[in-house]
């Protein structure tokens, strides 16, 4: 059972440092841990052990393990270098809670993904919407109220989604079918020494089978009946090495598969169905269809980009109300945004108590059930009507969908700026909740650093912005926070 520690956040002038003196107030991880709800990170981790045993060692403290999670996306390191950085980085440390210096590693690396584990993506919306309530001026009262009808809408809502790619390399049908044998012969080789039999293991010549895979793989632009056949060649063998991995089971059941072989099996099994469909019927499409053995749960997304017309990873809808992030939505599966707005608007109401003047969002999202929706509650969808454009059309109407079609660039700017920036152009957790939670965490920590922009840009004036801005930060955040 996990025991909640302390939620003081320790004091500057208390850190031990070894070699003496005292951290700095304008150093970035200072003002980012006064901006943390780490109390609610400290209940949202405690929750995740309820049904957990008592006994054993006890638990890593939340600060520890959320703050980890938190400076290795902020930095962008492996999981192994975020435990040496933190064993460097005395400013890491108070980050993190300690109340002096210690050079040895807190934890191993390992931990780190435990750590994701512990807080889901769920966790991580609250945690963001808590942000937002903390840090910006609370509404009047009565304002807050969701239940009060509705009766004027207030702000603005920007909507649009996102694919953040998982760390797999381009698929294609005889990569995947060569992996596929390559791991099913090594299996049959841990199998073959406990069984009776002799011979050749497989069916068919190994070398052969790779000469095969080779002569494609290396060909710049290789004709598509020539990548038929091969496909045809290798689906044959990965069969052939499925039911001779059944039939060495089967003779000697005392000899069993270790859980991590067991599920990569399985996996190998449902893609060699979905090849043998694909291939039988002269397709390309499949339900569900697996593009990495490591990553079975990550699924092709149609995109239509100019850079790739498909993506591999999450796709993620976002929402920007007031120049603040909410991650509204997250699956591997694709799916139509045009059916998610109604939700969203209806989140935006219990969060605001009322519902917004104007939705920016794009063609996608004009759907005659979306525009019936809005026209019922008072709300503005941007972009043309439905139909042939009509001469008709006003100037003023005209503007309004310029000025609006500029507001909506602010979400197409904040995804460029969180991959680019804050990594969401490559998730590199491989477990489906890890991943989500690594792609939350990225939006979160975005959100952090547009506040301190934010609270800099509300109290200062623009000249003494470079000159003074580290002097009065810290201050800044700290009495808004209080």
Not at 94 to 102: A, D, P, Q, S
Request: some cysteine; aromatic content about 10%; proline content about 5%.
């Amino acid at each position: 059972m996990y025991k909640k520690t302390s939620r003081i956040q320790p004091s500057l002038e208390d850190f031990l440092l070894p070699f003496g003196g005292k951290l700095s107030a304008n150093n970035r991880w200072v003002k980012e841990a006064k901006l943390i709800p780490w109390d609610l990170v400290e209940d949202l981790y405690a929750e995740s052990f309820k049904n957990e045993r008592e006994d054993g060692r006890p638990p890593i403290p939340a600060r520890i393990a959320y703050g980890a999670i938190y400076i290795k996306e902020r930095e962008k390191l492996t999981d192994e270098r975020c435990v040496e950085h933190i064993a460097e980085n005395a400013y890491m440390q108070y980050f993190l809670g300690l109340k002096e210096f210690r050079p040895e590693p807190l934890f191993d690396a390992s931990m780190m993904t435990h750590f994701r584990k512990r807080f889901s993506p769920e966790a991580m919306q609250k945690i963001n919407e808590e942000l937002y309530r903390r840090t910006h001026q609370p509404k009047a009262d009565g304002d807050n109220d969701p239940g009060d009808g509705g009766s004027s809408n207030k702000g603005s809502l920007i909507i649009d989604a996102t694919v953040a790619p998982a760390d797999i390399r381009y698929p294609t049908d005889l990569e995947l079918l060569n992996e596929c044998r390559e791991q099913t012969e090594a299996i049959i080789e841990s199998l073959w020494g406990t069984s009776l039999r002799h011979g050749h293991k497989t069916g068919y010549s190994r070398k052969k089978a790779r000469k095969q895979y080779l002569k494609v793989a290396k060909q710049r632009k290789p004709r598509k009946k020539l990548i038929r056949q091969t496909i045809g060649k290798q689906l044959i063998y990965v069969e052939k090495n499925l039911a001779r991995i059944t039939t060495l089971l089967d003779e000697n059941p005392t000899h069993k598969l270790s859980p991590k072989k067991e599920q990569r099996l399985e996996t190998i099994e449902q893609l060699v169905k979905q090849q043998r469909h694909m291939f039988d019927q002269r397709s390309h499409v499949c339900e569900d269809r697996i593009v990495s053995l490591r990553q079975p749960h990550v699924r092709p997304i149609v995109r239509g980009k100019a850079s790739a017309a498909v993506e591999f990873g999450q796709k993620l809808e976002l929402v920007i109300v007031d120049g603040f992030t909410f991650l509204e939505k997250q699956s591997f599966d694709n799916f139509n945004e045009g059916v998610t707005l109604i939700d969203a608007v209806e989140r935006y109401r219990e969060r605001f108590g009322a519902y917004p003047e104007a939705i920016m969002a794009d063609k996608l999202y004009r759907n005659r059930d979306n525009l019936r929706y809005c026209k019922e509650h008072g709300i503005r969808l941007s972009g043309p009507r439905l139909g042939r454009p009509k001469a008709a059309d006003s100037q003023a109407e005209r503007e309004q969908a310029y000025q609006d079609s500029c507001q909506r660039n602010i979400v197409e700017g904040r995804i460029g700026v969180s991959k680019r920036r804050y990594g969401l152009s490559r998730i590199m957790a491989y477990l489906p909740d890890t991943a989500l939670t690594e792609a939350a965490m990225q939006i979160f920590i975005m959100n952090v650093a547009h506040l301190i922009r934010r609270i800099l840009r509300l109290f200062l004036p623009r000249q003494f912005r470079g000159a003074f801005a580290s002097l009065f930060l810290f201050f800044l955040i700290f009495s808004v926070i209080q």
